[in-house]
């Protein structure tokens, strides 16, 4: 599988840009970047995805290396609601028809007034 | 708005007990998936269904069984509760097949406590 590397926390002051960082050195050719996040106590939230190139929605835009070896995802200006755990996912080979999605231990945002 | 309803969010119940969990969407998914979080082991699989009545083993299937007799219903059951099935428990739906669309939605999950 695939897997991937997150710093465990990060800072952000509320109005600026967070970029959270991703490493995923093993992703085969045909395999997705996800983005979710989990304000605490609730279920995990879709974020955003990719392939290859970058992408952009109403709440994140992510950005994805040339060799796809990384990614990073861009909160454009942070509010304290942004305070979540991000996870970084790959989608493993073998998967189809499943959905399956292996989630590590994530990056621990901090919006900060 | 809710896509995904998990009917309870609390629950305490007693060693021994026999659990049921149970999960509906509303999007006419056809994937549902069950998982559990727990601090520093993040979210692990434990059953997924991609059809009414299949079902199929996810990580850590042990100590648990599933239920999916309605496509927008699929319920996770504990026959008899064990201390370290105390979790928080989410349910999630996706459309079929393997494409980039194919994004979990989660509901708000069940936090379960077994005295």
């Known amino acids: 599988d695939a897997k991937t590397t997150q710093p465990p926390s990060m800072d952000c002051a509320e109005g600026r840009a967070a970029n959270l960082p991703c490493n995923h050195s093993?992703?085969?050719?045909?395999?997705?970047v996800y983005w979710y996040r989990q304000i605490h106590s609730q279920g995990p939230q879709y974020i955003i995805h990719?392939?290859?190139n970058n992408e952009t929605n109403e709440m994140a835009s992510l950005i994805i290396t040339e060799d796809r070896k990384s990614s990073t995802l861009i909160l454009p200006h942070a509010t304290l609601r942004d305070t979540a755990v991000y996870y970084c996912?790959?989608?493993?080979?073998?998967?189809?028809?499943?959905?399956?999605?292996?989630f590590g231990q994530g990056t621990t945002l901090q919006v900060k007034p | 708005d809710v896509k995904v309803t998990q009917s309870s969010r609390y629950l305490v119940k007693r060693t021994g007990e026999k659990v049921f969990l149970e999960c509906v969407q509303d999007?006419?998914?056809?994937?549902m998936f069950w998982y559990r979080q727990d601090p520093g082991l993040g979210l692990r699989l434990i059953y997924f269904?991609?059809?009414?009545?299949?079902?199929e083993k996810g990580d850590i299937p042990e100590g648990y069984s599933v239920s999916r007799e309605k496509k927008e219903r699929f319920s996770l059951i504990l026959e008899s509760a064990s201390t370290n099935q105390t979790s928080m428990y989410l349910c999630?739906?996706?459309?079929?097949?393997?494409?980039?669309?194919?994004?979990?939605?989660f509901g708000a999950g069940s936090r379960l406590t077994v005295l």
């Open positions: 093993t992703i085969s050719g045909n395999e997705y």
């Open positions: 996912i790959v989608r493993p080979p073998g998967s189809s028809n499943t959905g399956k999605l292996i």
């Open positions: 999630a739906s996706s459309p079929p097949g393997f494409s980039g669309a194919n994004v979990l939605t």
């Open positions: 999007m006419d998914h056809e994937n």
């Open positions: 269904s991609y059809d009414v009545k299949m079902k």
């Open positions: 990719g392939l290859k």
